[in-house]
């Protein structure tokens, strides 16, 4: 996973510059953007991943909110749109989840190649063949306005205590 580029920022914004940790101990230099791109009605997002959060497949409605190529997405960990204001227990929940074979649910704030953001209300499952997990799908559509911003607060507390 490689570092976002100026370049690809939204060209009126100014971007906060960020150090983001992942789960493995990776790190990546995060460039945000305080810009919100609308999720399209009437739209999926739709993706697959290995067992270990690796893209295998990405529909086009993943394509065009993400800002991301096809290309750039498939071989890359899942983990390249998670922005900085999401806490760890987020993930740590929906992993723990799927693990167990169950279905997660979840409203999750997206990082656009662009440095701009999306919300999304998620839900992930295994796929399993033959009794064992071979991967995951995920499905995303659009989330209510009152719980995006229910969870802007929820989050922002909770990645307030992380960072204690």
Same mark, same amino acid.
């Given at each position: 996973?490689?570092?976002?580029?100026?370049?690809?920022?939204?060209?009126?914004?100014?971007?906060?510059?960020?150090?983001?940790?992942?789960?493995?101990?990776?790190?990546?230099?995060?460039?945000?953007?305080?810009?919100?791109?609308?999720?399209?009605?009437?739209?999926?997002?739709?993706?697959?991943?290995?067992?270990?959060?690796?893209?295998?497949?990405?529909?086009?409605?993943?394509?065009?909110?993400?800002?991301?190529?096809?290309?750039?997405?498939?071989?890359?960990?899942?983990?390249?749109?998670?922005?900085?204001?999401?806490?760890?227990?987020?993930?740590?929940?929906?992993?723990?989840?799927?693990? /167990?074979?169950?279905?997660?649910? #979840? @409203?999750?704030?997206?990082? $656009? *190649?662009?440095?701009?953001?999306?919300?999304?209300?998620? =839900?992930?499952?295994?796929?399993? /063949?033959?009794?064992?997990?071979? #991967? @995951?799908?995920?499905?995303? $559509? *659009?989330?209510?306005?009152?719980?995006?911003?229910?969870? =802007?607060?929820?989050?922002?507390?909770?990645?307030?205590?992380?960072?204690?």
């Amino acid at each position: 996973m490689t570092d976002m580029r100026e370049a690809d920022l939204v060209p009126t914004a100014t971007p906060r510059e960020l150090m983001l940790g992942y789960f493995d101990g990776r790190t990546r230099r995060v460039l945000v953007v305080d810009e919100e791109v609308p999720y399209p009605d009437g739209k999926l997002i739709v993706s697959r991943t290995d067992p270990t959060g690796i893209i295998t497949h990405a529909n086009q409605a993943f394509v065009d909110m993400s800002g991301y190529e096809r290309d750039e997405l498939i071989g890359e960990n899942h983990c390249i749109l998670r922005h900085p204001d999401m806490p760890a227990a987020a993930f740590r929940d929906l992993w723990d989840t799927v693990g /167990r074979g169950s279905k997660w649910q #979840g @409203y999750v704030k997206n990082l $656009r *190649k662009d440095g701009a953001h999306y919300w999304v209300f998620a =839900t992930a499952i295994p796929n399993v /063949r033959d009794g064992r997990v071979v #991967g @995951y799908t995920s499905v995303r $559509r *659009k989330p209510s306005r009152a719980k995006v911003n229910e969870y =802007t607060a929820l989050y922002a507390r909770m990645r307030a205590e992380e960072l204690k």
